[in-house]
């Protein structure tokens, strides 16, 4: 069984950074994934990367800003966030899919339990 536990959330000024962790067990597939969630809207694609890192691609709105990574000897992925914008306030999920440039939360198979991130202005 796979279970994916994220952490390093937190409440943060506007330019600060953060740096997620998503600790990973069982057997994940291929392609891991952050996605993130505001209040009232969709859940959104954010980064993702593969286990051999071969493969990374961002959303638009956090390209330059945020890097993702992995440590495949920890198996855990990392979601580096610098220069934070009060609109990157979100609860931040980690997620395995199959399909690797996938960016449809729907093709995503397992789920953490989220962390929250909060960017005041």
């Known amino acids: 069984q796979v279970q994916l536990v994220e952490s390093g959330g937190g409440l943060v000024q506007a330019g600060g950074s953060l740096r997620l962790s998503c600790a990973a067990s069982?057997?994940?597939?291929?392609?891991m994934g952050w996605f993130r969630q505001a209040p009232g809207k969709e859940r959104e694609f954010v980064a993702a990367?593969?286990?051999?890192?071969?493969?990374?691609y961002y959303a638009e709105s956090v390209k330059g800003r945020f890097t993702i990574s992995t440590s495949n000897a920890k198996n855990t992925v990392y979601l580096q966030m610098n220069s934070l914008k009060p609109e990157d306030t979100a609860v931040y999920y980690c997620?395995?899919?199959?399909?690797?440039?996938?960016?449809?939360?729907?093709?995503?198979?397992?789920w953490g339990q989220g962390t929250q991130v909060t960017v005041s202005s």
């Open positions: 997620t395995t899919s199959p399909y690797t440039y996938d960016k449809s939360p729907s093709h995503y198979i397992y």
């Open positions: 069982g057997r994940t597939f291929s392609n």
């Open positions: 990367i593969t286990w051999s890192g071969g493969s990374i």
